[in-house]
Structures are given as structure tokens and as C-alpha cells.
């Protein structure tokens, strides 16, 4: 009796396994560079203002993915945390009709910010979340500069805040004009840390060293996050 | 053809039946049901996700008495909550947190939790089951780094039998740990004071409480309103910035207009819950009451439900104060479930 029962099972599974295979999905990674370094922890940078600096520690959170088309697409549930310790590459759904682009919120929204405990990216013990003032910090700039006036001379950019004018999750929009780009193995979009500091707002870091709350130069910050992102073009 | 339908689906209901019955044998937590106070509102949903279970209560109570849980292992959430102050610090206007630090804040009474929408005197929790990262964590109260804590769980075997129990494998996560305090903080009802005996026909005021209470709803129901005894919105009540520089809810906000605001605290086991405001600096009813009586009402940003003059005779004052006991629910600070 059991004996059949498993085989029953079985057949079940395979089947939901073949019904879930038939949805294609493309892995994407996510590089983390500042101009011509492809790489930046723990690099001599130098920022617009002619302010060298390195980055110690960077993270930021990447949720409602999804390739654009002509006709509304779902967004791959999930949310990335991505580390430029790490390899980031995420897997999401690529749907049967023409591909325009790829659209991604830098952040999480507003319900996950209140949603009470959660596990995986989005577990405090990530470190990014302030218990003191609930809601998840998406972004994460730390690391050093002589041009810091902060305490051993320190950069800490925590930007978050989900509430109101002030809020600084980002929607973030990449055309993809050479369908080429979508025949590689992985798609990579490149964050160029330069442009956060040298973005729509000038950030200058003798001037900010230090955000670690929600307010109008997070929100200040957060408007420079589009200009950060782009598709590598490496055909 | 329909008796091999009929065939499968027998198989099918039977096996699934035994699958559920072998999977209990493993993992059972006995519910509980959230019962709601006659007369109390909806509360909020915390228990909708976080499903109220017996073994998960115990795990909450656990760790919530359990000073290890703390940096120095000197101080647990029961140091400054204690339940015969009605889960506040019994006369102190300041908490003790771990190597003779100070807290900022009068430690707020633990009481019916799951009918708030934001939780501590500035509102900056915002769901019951991510409180605990704050006192956890925070220097001057249990210090300790969330990683640690989460290790001492998992290294002592009777928190992992009580993790198994409750959520069905010994797997000790943060999500797991939280969920499980808010089991046991979530439950901590009180509403069988005297005063909800009243209510429900069970016992009448004596006169100066009959008195004290028709001037309470002339005067303060507009923030502490029945039958929570706060409306759990955040007022500037005249309180001057203290030495701190607490500007409470301004702090979470970052608007001008909320300094000096805080959270209304319900006034159920008021009694027990002294010194009271914010930093603890009024150290009686009686002097909370003089607080309101002799108010400047120009002050700039008081509440506007302070600003016309509140005049009460001695009599009066003592009315009120009568009527305030009659918030005291021993069932609540005596009870066995909540004790360690």
C-alpha cells in the first residue's frame, strides 16, 4: 500500500519538476567596480572630489526582479542581498515575449520593512536592519578616507527609510538594446561606485562622512542610486 | 474506469492520512487560543503568522528570564520587566543594564502588547517580534551582539529540545527566537482589575471610585482612552527636554513637529508601574496628577487636549487616585503562566 503510495508521489513530483522546467530562467550577477577597478573592497580609490578613500564593508539589497517587456511581467519573488565580499549572481524568470530590459528595486519595500521576523536575506543577523528605528538599511557604504572629519576618520553610509518623502528604495530601469546580451551565459549588471558619490547629488565625503538614519540625506543619497547601475556590454 | 478513480483517491487519502499521523508523533505543539477581553477591540494580528502554540509560549518565557542571553550574563528582559510591577521596573526611574550602566528611559509596563501598533516611549518598533534586537543589543541595557546570542542557544540542549518542540526541528534561528518571544510578550493580557469586574457586572465602585472615574472620563479618556487606557498615540504631555536631550518621538520621525512627543501609556496596573513619565521623574499618582493640574498651558508644542487648564480640588485628586487603583490586576502580576 505505502509501496504504491511513493510511487504515486514520485510521479507527482517529477511531474511538478517537468511543469517548472518549462519556465526558463537566466542567471544574473551583479559586479561591483569603481570606474576602471573591477573590483572595489579594499582598493585605493579616488572619488570626483579628489577624495581617496577605501571601502571596507558594502551591501546592498535587490528585490523585485524582473526582464521588462511590452506587457506587464512578475517579479521573480525574492530578495538578494548582495555582498562585494561574495559572488552575487541570482537566478529570474525569463518570459517568452521580446525583452526591452531589466527593471529591479534597490531596497525592499515597505510591507517587508513591518513584516515582523524573517529569515534569509533579509534576517537581522545580516546586519542590516536598526533595532532601535525598525526598517531594513539597503545600502551600505563602510570604509575609511583622511578626508572623513568622523572618528578614525570612518565613512558610514547607511542609507534606508521606507516612510514618506524621505523613503530610499529606488527603482531602478536598464534598457537592453542588443538582444546579444541575452544569448550569454550571464547577464551582469555593473554598480560603479564613483557615480554614487558623483551622481545627480554631489557627496562629498568631507562633507558626509556619516549617515545612519533615515532623513533627507539618505533620501539625498538614495537619488544618486540609478545613475550607479548599467548592463556590461563585453560582446 | 471510475472504480480505479475511486481506487486512487482512497490510496490517496489514506497514505496522507498516515504521512500526517507519522508526522506528529515528531511535531505536535499544542495550540493556544488568543482569547480576547470582552469589551477589548481587535488586536493586532501578530498571531496570524506566528501561530500561538503552548511550546512556543515556554521557549518565549525562557529566554525572556534568561540573563546568559546578556553580554556579562548578569541581565535578562525579567531584570526590568518584572511581573509584580506589572512587567515594569518596580521604583526606578532608570533600568540597570549590563556593568552598572544606565537606561535613558523609564522601563515601559509589558500590558496587552498585541493591541499596539508600534511599541517603546518613541514609537521605533514596528512589529512586536523585532523589539527584542533593541534591549539585546543595546549597550547600557543586555549588550550582547545578536550572532552571540543566537550561538548560546544553540549551544545549550535544552533550547534545543524546546526549538524542536515548538517549531518542529532543533534549528535555532533569528526568526524562530523572535517569533517565540513574541509568543510569550504578546500574551501578557491584563483586564481583570477591578475595574473590568465593573464592567462586566461583577463588582461595583465604592462612591469616591464612582467619583474618581466620571472625572477621569471628563479628563484624560482623550488619550487614555478606555478600555486599553491609551489611545497609543504619541503626545507632547509638558514634560521639558531632560538632560538626555530625549526629543522621543522626533527621534524616529525626524519631524520637528513630533519633539518631545511620546507614547500615552495605558494606566492599567498603574499602581505598580511607578515613577512614571518617559525618564521616570514623577515619583507618584499623586504628583502625575499635580503635573496636569499645574500645567503651563503655553508651552509651546503641548498637546492640544492640554491646553485648556484642568482644575481639580484635593478631593477631586484623590477621587481620581482611588479610581486609578481600581486599574490594578493582581490576576495579571500573580499569575503563574507569566511567572519564571
New interface residues.
Partial sequence: MSKLFFVLLGMVIQGCCIAQKKQLSMPIGFENICKEEKSILNKNLVNAFAENYTITKFKYYISNVKFVTDKKTKNTPGVYLVDASKKNIISIIVPSKKINGISFLLGVDSILNCSGAQSGALDPLNDMFWTWNNGYIFFKVEGNSASSKADLHRIEHHIGGFKGSNKTMREIYLPINNPALLKQKTLVIQLDIDKYWNGINKIRIAETPVVALPGIQAKNAADNFAGMFSIKNNL | MKINITL?FL??I??AL?LISAGKKYYSPTPVSFTVPKGFPAPNN?FL??KLTEEGFELGKKMFYDTRLSKDGEVSCGSCHQQFAAFATYDHDLSHGINNSFSNRNAPALINLAWMKEWHWDG???????QP??PL??ANEMGEK??TV?LKLKADTAYRRMFKAAFGDANI???????AF?QFTGSLVSADSKYDKVKRGEAVFILPEQKGYEIFKANCNGCHKEPLFTDNSFRNNGIALNRFNDVGRQ??S?DKKDSLKFKVPTLRNVALTLPYMHDGQINSLENVINHYTDLDTNLMNLDPLLTKKINFTDKEKRQLVLFLYTLTDTSFTKNKRFAP
Fill in positions: 486512487y490510496i490517496f489514506t497514505t498516515l501578530i503568522k506566528n521605533g518598533i514596528n512589529h512586536l517580534e523585532m534586537l533593541s543589543s543595546a545578536l550572532d543566537i534561528t533569528t526568526e524562530r527566537m523572535l517569533k513574541a527621534t524616529i525626524q
